[in-house]
């Protein structure tokens, strides 16, 4: 007999006696459910309201296990992350009141915000070479096809990768250098009438590569429902068709906010849409509020946020939400510029340092998503 009808028998025999006990006058105490006793009429209770009540309480005190449990799961996380080399926290105590909360939710409170270009995808490879942001998928494949053409994508990133990762600029003096970049590497796209075919080729041949366990994440959340919002500067259509590639399906719960091209009729690359998304504007003021999938994500209050940039801190500034929201940053920087390293330390509440994978968030997720008994 499971551990839930050993409780709702035990609160029967329990509350048989309180039912003919409570409230006065008491002129009798009943044993068992079918002593006959003299009780004030309106203390008496059927059997069905004796056995609601059980099971009621019976659950309560299952759920109460299970937060417990819950509770212990989290002491248990903070100690291992506290063990492991490349995971900085910043305030140990903060964090793990998050997870407390976060916890406690469970999955049917969960949001996951996420960027994507160095974020769900990889920096660099073994070797330490620089992998491909979705803007660099046309960087070395027009450069294959059109050397030209190429340049101009690689000189453009040449130009101003430097300026959006330099500690020496504030937001506000990039700003006009990304815009001019974004603009710029778009309108080289949409001269070229790339279309939908061809994009979808050098998809395949690109450099693009999923973080380790980046797709088992991706398909946990889509098991446990909780929706994953795709947050990117990048370009969304190159990670929808990187995704069908990769997953031979959009996960239904997934969603993306990001820069589309839109084709025209004959699949062939028009314009882009509006407004811009660059690095440092990832936050509600770009978001359209009537899109449909707000409606999934109201009520869910409690956010985990995955980033790769300071331009990524703010991705959940505008979700209606009065829960925490837990910050993982992933640090692909120079592991000797102390003063950078802090500076992510600072603004997010997990740093992992120079991490191919996504075990960290995965294991988050999972203690969210945990269930100890059925409820
Ligand atoms: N190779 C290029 N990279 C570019 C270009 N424009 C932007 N970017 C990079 O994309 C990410 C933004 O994507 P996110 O998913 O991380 O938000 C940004 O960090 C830039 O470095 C480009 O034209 N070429
Ligand atoms: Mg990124």
Known sequence: MNRVVQHISKQIGKNSRRAFCS??????????????????????????????????????????TDQLKKLEHVTDLMEEFGKIENVRIGNPT?????????????????LVISDFDFTLS?????????????????????M???????????????????IEFSPNLTVEEKIPHMEKWWGSSHQLIVNEKFSKSTIEDF???????????????????????VPLVIFSAGIGNIIEIFLQQKLGAIPRNTHFISNMILFDENEQARAFSEPLIHTFCKNSSVIQK?????????GRTNVILLGDSMGDIHMDVGVEKNGPTLKIGFYNGD?????????????????????????IAQKVIDM???????L
């Open 203 to 225: 998809v395949r041949q690109s450099r693009i590569v999923f973080k380790d366990g980046a797709e088992e994440l991706i398909q946990s959340l889509d098991a446990h429902s």
């Open 335 to 359: 592991l000797s510029d102390q003063k950078a390293l802090d500076h992510y330390v600072e603004v997010y509440d997990i740093v992992l340092v120079h991490d191919p994978t996504m075990n």
């Open 290 to 298: 009537e899109t449909s999938f707000f409606h999934e994500i109201s």
């Open 94 to 110: 903060d964090v793990k009141e998050k997870l407390k909360k976060m916890a406690l939710g469970g999955e049917h409170k969960l």
């Open 144 to 162: 294959r096809l059109n050397p030209a053409l190429g340049q101009k994508f690689v000189d453009l990133r040449e130009k101003y990768y430097p």
């Open 368 to 374: 969210i998503n945990m269930k100890h008994v059925l």
């Open 122 to 142: 990889r920096f660099q490879n073994e070797k330490g070479e620089r992998l491909s942001t979705t803007h660099g998928v046309f960087d070395d494949n027009v």
């Open 23 to 64: 409230g006065p006058p008491r002129r009798a105490i009943a044993e068992t459910l079918t002593d006959s006793v003299l009780v004030d009429k309106q203390q008496m209770f059927a059997p069905s309201e004796i056995v609601a009540n059980a099971a009621a309480q019976a659950k309560s005190q299952v759920i109460e």
